[in-house]
């Protein structure tokens, strides 16, 4: 039997370096500290462990080593995320919104909704401002008012028989296609993907007009740590510089288009 003294120096130097090289490697992983996220239940957005945001959330923590990543198995409402949040079931929510109340802190403003004005191409209609809402058969999402400027209310406000609000997202492109409507407003990514779902339909995303004329919409990542939060946001700033953020975005509209 041959002992490590039989072996040449330089191979037991080898085998020590590699073998500290490996405790270098595996220790961040070893000592990261687990953080449970949980995040949202709509398309494209959120789509059981993967969508747009979900996606934006993983390419964050491939910079933050020091943490493992585990997203919630059960999509949730964002009432039950703040629930879960609070009680602490939950390391972290995604999606949360300014005013919502958390016990602990508010990301900087990371998830971006790409809210917009979509007619029907071939009605030709004339959308350069939000006043050109005015007097137009609009469908929208619920609460859409609350996250739109104050000139959609007063515009949408002066006909309010001609303002329609659904719960239902796949309603808006059934109904702006069946020309029910001439305006649907709501975000273009969860627009296109409705449009996908909507099997029997005769209409492609080239068949709309998109008029980008209402601000882009923010939410956070809400934590119950005060320092990951800190360094959710220094990780999330290094993938914006990078590219990757903006990267994911185009990826998932052009799946859609």
Same mark, same amino acid.
């Given at each position: 039997m041959r002992h490590s003294g039989d072996y040449p120096f330089a191979f037991r130097h080898t085998v020590r370096r590699l073998v500290l090289l490996a405790l270098i490697i595996l220790a961040p992983l070893v /000592?990261?500290? *687990?953080?449970?996220?949980? @995040?949202?239940?709509?398309?494209?957005?959120?789509?059981?462990?993967?969508? $747009?945001? #979900?996606?934006?959330? *993983?390419? =964050?923590? &491939? !910079?933050?080593?020091?943490?493992?990543?585990?997203?919630?198995?059960?999509?949730?409402?964002?009432?039950?995320?703040? !629930?879960?949040?609070? +009680?602490?079931?939950?390391?972290?929510?995604?999606n949360i919104f300014l005013g919502d109340k958390i016990k602990g802190c508010l990301s900087d403003p990371f998830f971006r909704y790409d809210d917009v004005v979509i007619t029907l191409k071939k009605r030709k209609i004339k959308i350069d401002s939000i006043a050109n809402l005015k007097d137009k058969s609009i469908i #929208?999402?619920?609460?859409?008012?609350?996250?739109? %400027?104050? !000139?959609?209310?007063?515009?949408?406000?002066?006909?309010?028989? $001609?303002?329609?609000? #659904? %719960?239902?997202? #796949?309603?808006? @492109?059934?109904? $702006?296609?069946?020309?029910? =409507?001439?305006?649907? =407003?709501?975000d273009a990514y969860i627009f296109l993907d409705s449009l996908k779902e909507w099997k029997e339909s005769p209409y492609t995303a080239s068949d709309f007009e998109f008029h980008r004329v209402l601000p882009v919409n923010s939410t956070y990542m809400a934590f119950r740590d005060p320092k990951l /939060?800190?360094?959710?946001?220094? +990780?999330?700033? &290094?993938i914006k510089d990078s590219g990757r953020y903006e990267a994911i975005y185009k990826a998932y509209l052009d799946k859609l288009q």
């Open positions: /000592c990261a500290q *687990e953080v449970k996220i949980g @995040v949202g239940n709509f398309k494209p957005y959120f789509d059981g462990k993967s969508g $747009l945001f #979900t996606d934006l959330i *993983e390419e =964050v923590f &491939k !910079e933050m080593p020091q943490y493992q990543l585990k997203i919630s198995a059960t999509p949730m409402s964002n009432y039950r995320l703040l !629930e879960e949040l609070n +009680a602490g079931a939950i390391d972290g929510a995604a #929208t999402y619920q609460n859409a008012k609350l996250f739109q %400027p104050k !000139e959609f209310s007063q515009i949408v406000d002066t006909n309010p028989s $001609l303002y329609h609000e #659904t %719960p239902i997202q #796949t309603n808006q @492109v059934k109904l $702006l296609a069946l020309e029910r =409507v001439q305006v649907s =407003v709501g /939060c800190a360094d959710f946001n220094k +990780a999330s700033q &290094k």
